[in-house]
């Protein structure tokens, strides 16, 4: 080979399960083997769907591996032994699935070694899998999505295709028994299922994929144009709240093009001042980012909010991310806290207080 | 707002007004299919889910066809009754009169955007549907973004193709239901121009779909009053006051509401006498919001926070613009500056606060 091609990944995007994304996908699949490409399916969940199933006919499939973990056996995806068959194209259904503890935790850290290979990489994930929307997934269905995939996994895919089916139709296949076994429908219509809940999904999952047209297509001019506009800097504490800040920083930063960084700050400029469970959280926060690939820091000095602002200012920030200030207006008569003094010394910059989304009301 | 139409839950709320509808009107049905360019697909998944209707033992008939069908669509014909189109003076028509006649429970309009022959009776083909859907028959059928009335010069702007026959935007969100056929264009490796156009077309049709199908959210939550901050829609909120620094506010709430294909909104509270050289400048202000692209809202109410904040959860506002506050001294020390109270107040959304 004379230069290393790294292989394409297309990704089939859904809002739910049962709209149609893993029947499409072998559709897709089929069409190439027709016209003589090689394909195999390197993992296939069948959830007991006929129609699907007829699809992956006539496709070559590498039998899953027997993985051992605490006593049970589990089946997973055999990489190695997708890799030595080497195809030109690989159906790989449940991009967000996570892997039993063994070499790679994630099953899209599979689908890079395999593109890594040169090898095509076809598919599935519902929009509630994007890390940056957990929030607003968790507001709309009242559930929060455990398994996540970083957006920029799903931005450096090659092609994302939206699988549509109207909610109207969807309930139509669960309540039929299609898409769940009865029981299992049972739940989910109690869950992810409600209709108003699909159809803010749904919307979300078409502006989702709009953007990631958008993005596919937009010159690098334009990107340059924006990137130099704006820079961001999402304020790190201990607080829980920071994971919605940073979520949301990133999601800003992600659609404005913009770099992003998150910023902690500490008397002695690391985590040895801390109470052992303020620094599971503050380090917690700096790895979520840092897998979210945000830019981290730990500045050292006593007046957080002082430290903060002459870093952002250095730095050409233009917009400061925190998230809501805890403390109450008898207080703050005594005793302003930090979030509340970067509010009000930051007069500078844009400051976005982010909204503590709650989780929808479950009835 | 009723307190008890507060406690009921959405899903509760779209049944209820489902109901109500079909009550009243008996109005029929109408599924669109929407794709971005000729050859996405959409005429053999309209007609797959017609057969598959038909083999569940629904009434269904095919009321127009595209004259150039595929081969797989073709296939699919053969099982479906059709109803021929009506030959008049200088064309043809669909026989609106033989469908209602032949009263099936599902029409399949192959192609929505035609403009009908002189003498028929509707001008244009979607005109026919609505009579067919107010007949109660619920119409299924499909459409290209390029036919889209009020988009149709920012596609030409794209395709350079020029087309007549369109079908007004208010039609398409009328349907109740719309699904869009997505597909990435064959060929589309790499950023080729060819391949950049059809992108274009691709992310304006899942904007299309999207707006419709928030429309619809919207609709069945706020005939009812209820607050709709769920939806996937990001909506901006920019808080006009004579003193804001207005200018960077709305250029990056205009950025903003572009990038996330959102809405924006600006308002500003009514502030009884306020003086001349004021009053002048909102003006400014105000036209300034209107030629960023957003819809202006002035507000009445005596408390401005509360009013902004009522009117912001009613519109499922997600992201809060303010100017940064000047005041100082002992009242806002004791209660906080109006942005203070802002922050404290506006649950379920960002607040963005900007330099003054």
Known sequence: MPEHVRGRLTVFMGYAAGVGKTYKMLEKAQELKSRNTDVVIGYFEPHGRPDTIAKTEGLESIPRKLVEYRGSKFEEMDTDAILARHPVVCVVDEFPHTNIPGERAKRWEDVEALREAGIDVLTTMNIQHLESLNDQVWHITGVRVRETIPDWVVRQADEVVMIDLTPRALLHRLERGVVYSREKAQHALQNFFRESSLVALRELTLRETAHEVEHRSETDAAANLLRRHHKILAFITTDPKTAMVIRRAGRVGDFLGAECFAVAVQRTGDLSDLSEDDRDALQKHLNFARNLHIETRILAGDDAAEVLIDFARRNGVTQIFVTRPRTSKWQSLFRKDTIQRIINRATDMQIVIVSDREARARN | ?356
């Open chain 2, 1 to 356: 707002m009723g307190r008890e139409l507060q406690r009921k839950t959405p899903d509760e709320l779209l049944r209820q007004v489902e109901a109500e509808e079909a009550a009243v009107t008996r109005r029929g049905h109408l599924k669109i299919f929407l794709g971005y360019a000729s050859g996405v697909g959409k005429t053999v998944r309209m007609l797959a889910e017609a057969r598959r209707r038909r083999e569940r033992g629904q009434d269904i008939v095919i009321g127009a066809v595209q004259p150039r069908a595929p081969a797989e669509a073709a296939e699919l014909l053969k099982h479906l009754e059709v109803v021929p189109l009506k030959s008049v003076a200088e064309g043809s028509t669909i026989d609106v009169e033989a469908i209602i006649r032949r009263r099936p429970a599902i029409c399949i309009i192959d192609g929505l955007a035609y403009d009908n022959p002189p003498g028929s009776r509707n001008t244009a083909r979607w005109q026919d549907v609505q009579e067919l859907v107010a007949a109660g028959i619920k119409v299924i059928g499909s459409i290209n973004l390029q036919y889209v009335e009020e988009l149709r010069e920012e596609v030409e702007a794209i395709t350079g193709k020029h087309v007549e026959q369109t079908v007004p935007v208010s039609f398409i969100k009328s349907a109740d239901e719309i699904e869009i056929v997505d597909a990435p264009a064959e060929n589309s490796s790499g950023t080729s121009p060819e391949a950049n156009k059809l992108s274009k077309l691709r992310e304006m049709a899942l904007v299309l779909a999207a707006d419709v199908v928030d429309h619809q959210l919207a609709g069945y939550l706020t005939a009812q009053g209820i607050y709709q901050q769920f939806g996937g829609h990001e909506r901006i909120l920019v808080c006009l006051t004579p003193r804001a620094n207005v200018g960077e506010m709305l250029e990056t709430a205009q950025t903003i509401a572009e990038r996330f294909h959102g809405e924006l909104i600006a308002a500003y509270v009514n502030q009884p006498q306020l003086s001349e050289a004021d009053q002048a400048t909102l003006d400014q202000k105000l036209a300034m919001a209107q030629a960023a692209g957003a819809r202006v809202e002035i507000l009445e109410g005596a408390d401005p926070i509360h009013t902004l904040l009522e009117f912001a959860r009613s519109s499922g506002i997600t992201q809060l613009f303010v100017g940064h506050s000047q005041r100082k001294g002992m009242w806002s020390r004791l209660w906080g500056s109006p942005v203070d109270q802002l922050v404290r107040l506006s649950q379920g959304m960002d607040v963005r606060v900007f330099p003054q």
